[in-house]
């Protein structure tokens, strides 16, 4: 006896009756690698945030006080206290002796460092 009613197979890939998992142990610890990476660069960004506040409000405060100096400068200088050009000259030779020493500081530490890698 025949019904007649046509035959209908359903034929699958041969890629599609592997069951390959969704990732692969590699990739699992890629994804892996990539959050920790994610979250350490996500902390890296809040500190620089809270550098940048202080360094604001350093500078703010650095600010603040040069205008107080200034301030008590001229207020000595119309007193007769102060010789103004007399107080800017030794102010400069005071900034060019700090800035000899900064330079002597780092020229020695300079040679400690060559001299301790090449006795090594």
């Known amino acids: 006896m025949r019904c007649g009613t046509?035959?209908?197979?359903?034929?699958?890939?041969?890629?599609?009756?592997?069951d390959v998992p969704s990732t692969t142990p590699?990739?699992?610890?890629?994804?892996?690698r990539m959050t920790m990476l994610e979250n350490t660069l996500a902390r890296l960004a809040e500190r620089l945030e809270h550098a940048l506040k202080l360094l604001l409000r350093q500078s703010?405060?650095?600010?603040?006080?040069?205008?107080?100096?200034?301030?008590?400068?001229?207020?000595l200088n119309e007193c007769g206290v102060v010789d103004n050009s007399r107080l800017e000259s030794m102010w400069r030779d005071e900034c060019e002796k700090l800035?000899?020493?900064v330079k002597s500081r780092a020229k020695k530490s300079r040679k400690v460092k060559r001299k301790a890698t090449t006795s090594s």
């Open 60 to 75: 703010e405060t650095a600010y603040s006080n040069h205008a107080l100096v200034k301030s008590l400068i001229e207020m």
């Open 99 to 101: 800035k000899q020493g």
């Open 26 to 32: 590699h990739e699992e610890h890629l994804l892996e």
């Open 6 to 18: 046509r035959l209908m197979l359903i034929v699958q890939p041969p890629s599609v009756r592997v």
